[in-house]
């Protein structure tokens, strides 16, 4: 299967670190990718291939990828991150993407 | 820098053909990828397909026998064509540039476009 699972949503306080989890069978063996998406606008890459972030991504985002799971870990999280986010993984010519992840910052 | 525009119809009438374009600028669509993704209101997003201007293509198994991904390299367009739509076709369509480098992922994304599917 190549179905990825996320926790529907997350909540944080400000200033404190969150991970969200994005699972799927044999996930560590592929490269995973995370988007942020605000409502109303479209989604934006803020991790690919499972640790980097594309230029002009705050260091605060950050990602790993073993064995079942991908984590997308945000510290010293801010409002302006309270948003959806998706993770995304390319296996065998096909894309799959996570069914989403809100994110509230308290 | 590169801008992608989607457009096409706002509204297609259950069982006919939606047909939207995705116009590149400020860039040549020869270099990458490109794929379609939709994302139905208040829902997930949805990978439809990619292209590359060779014509290599894939679509989602989910929906192959309805969408056909197209270029055309003249006017820097990529096309989309959803055919026997229903109103669960409805929703936001996406155009993004794929970054293939090992790993498929989407660095670049058009603004949307919302199709509804109704009579």
């Known amino acids: 299967s190549n179905e990825l699972t996320q926790p529907p949503s997350v909540s944080v306080s400000p200033g404190q670190t969150i991970s969200i989890t994005c699972s799927g069978d044999?996930?560590?063996?592929?490269?995973a990718g995370w988007y942020q998406q605000k409502p109303g606008q479209s989604p934006v890459l803020v991790i690919f291939?499972?640790?980097r972030r594309p230029s002009g991504i705050p260091e605060r985002f950050s990602g790993y990828n073993s064995g079942n799971t991908a984590t997308l870990t945000i510290s010293g999280t801010q409002h302006m991150d309270e948003a959806d986010y998706y993770c995304?993984?390319?296996?065998?010519?096909?894309?799959?993407f996570g069914g989403g992840t809100k994110l509230t910052v308290l | 820098q590169v801008q992608l525009q989607e457009s096409g119809p706002g509204l297609v009438k259950p069982s006919e053909t939606l047909s939207l374009t995705c116009t590149v600028s400020?860039?040549?669509?020869?270099?990458?990828?490109w794929s379609w993704i939709r994302q139905p209101p208040g829902k997930g997003l949805e990978w439809l397909g990619y292209i590359f201007y060779t014509g290599g293509s894939n679509s989602n198994p989910s929906l192959k026998s309805r969408v056909t991904i197209s270029e055309d390299t003249a006017k820097n367009q990529i096309s989309l064509k959803l055919t026997s739509v229903t109103a669960a076709d409805t929703a936001v369509y996406y155009c993004?540039?794929?970054?293939?480098?090992?790993?498929?992922?989407?660095?670049?994304w058009g603004q949307g476009t919302l199709v509804t599917v109704s009579s």
């Open positions: 995304q993984a390319w296996d065998s010519s096909i894309v799959v």
């Open positions: 291939q499972n640790t």
């Open positions: 993004a540039r794929v970054e293939f480098y090992g790993d498929f992922h989407f660095d670049l």
């Open positions: 044999k996930l560590g063996d592929k490269y």
């Open positions: 400020g860039g040549s669509i020869r270099s990458y990828y």
